[in-house]
């Protein structure tokens, strides 16, 4: 008597939190859009679209601005993504992140924004619709970089595996992160933050 093998398919994106922000077309410069090394999880590293261009006709523009360098992973048939970290350019951005993002994030769950004009010996903690975030500087680095440091992973840990399971490995050791990071409001970061950078100054012509 023959057994049939029932092949688990691999998870896909329009059943995971990262649907809607899909059908809105914020999910942009994918380094990795697909299924990880866990079953059921979906992972993303690229940015998510904040605010959108003006756009003529057929043509295709950049966002004003975005969450940019996005680690995220979201579970399918979970409606929100238990972790997340990214760069804003821009504190201020934060509250627009807030709002596009609303609904998806979860009270639970762990995000750190990394912040370009904070200053770089600053860490905080605040909450924006219900949703705890992290608050941190950076500055001519990256937040890959910056996550690995921030738990102490050493790059040794993690670099036979795939990008996929790198991405695992290190949502998976930032989950549940706790730090007991001076508490701030949102209007506190916005009187507290430094002039934004101009990304193209110093750049060769």
């Avoid at 049939?4 to 922000?21: Q, Y």
């Avoid at 627009?96 to 993002?101: G, H, I, P, R, Y």
């Amino acid at each position: 008597m023959s057994t049939t093998t029932i092949e688990k398919k691999p998870s896909t994106i329009d059943k995971t939190a990262f649907a809607r922000l899909d059908a809105e077309g914020r999910l942009l410069n994918a380094v990795l859009r697909s299924p990880t090394t866990k079953p059921g999880r979906f992972g993303f590293r690229g940015d998510i679209a904040l605010k959108f261009q003006a756009q003529l006709a057929d043509e295709k523009r950049p966002p004003d601005f975005s969450i940019e360098q996005v680690l995220a992973i979201a579970q399918e048939g979970e409606a929100t993504i238990p972790v997340l970290a990214g760069y804003l350019h821009s504190f201020a951005y934060l509250e627009t992140a807030s709002e596009v993002l609303d609904g998806l994030l979860s009270p639970a769950g762990t995000y750190f924004m990394f912040c370009n004009n904070i200053d770089l010996l600053a860490k905080y903690r605040l909450s924006l619709r219900n949703i705890p975030f992290y608050v941190l500087p950076c500055d001519e680095s990256t937040v890959w970089k910056e996550t690995m440091d921030l738990l102490s992973i050493d790059k040794n840990d993690i670099k036979k595996l795939d990008t996929a399971g790198k991405l695992d490995y290190v949502l998976d050791a930032a989950r549940g992160f706790e730090a007991k990071y001076e508490t701030i409001t949102y209007e506190q970061g916005l009187a507290r933050m430094e002039p934004v950078k101009n990304r193209n100054e110093n750049r060769p012509v």
